[in-house]
């Protein structure tokens, strides 16, 4: 696995500390993971049905 560093919003990572507080996710990793999982699925959705609109594009 690679090591990636990344700055957020302290507000959203309230979040995710919440989320894995809750027990949804064992840990902010996992959670950021399955985000990027979520974000990389919804993008081969949306290839394979370009009606859909994706995530924003910068």
Do not use: C, H, Y
Request: charge should be neutral.
């Amino acid at each position: 696995m690679e090591r990636v560093t990344l700055r957020i919003p302290k507000q959203q990572i309230e979040e995710v500390e919440r989320m894995v507080d809750t027990g949804k996710f064992p840990n902010r990793s996992e959670a950021i993971r399955s985000a990027v999982r979520e974000m990389i699925n919804e993008q081969a959705d949306d290839e394979r049905q370009p009606e859909r609109r994706g995530w924003a594009k910068v």
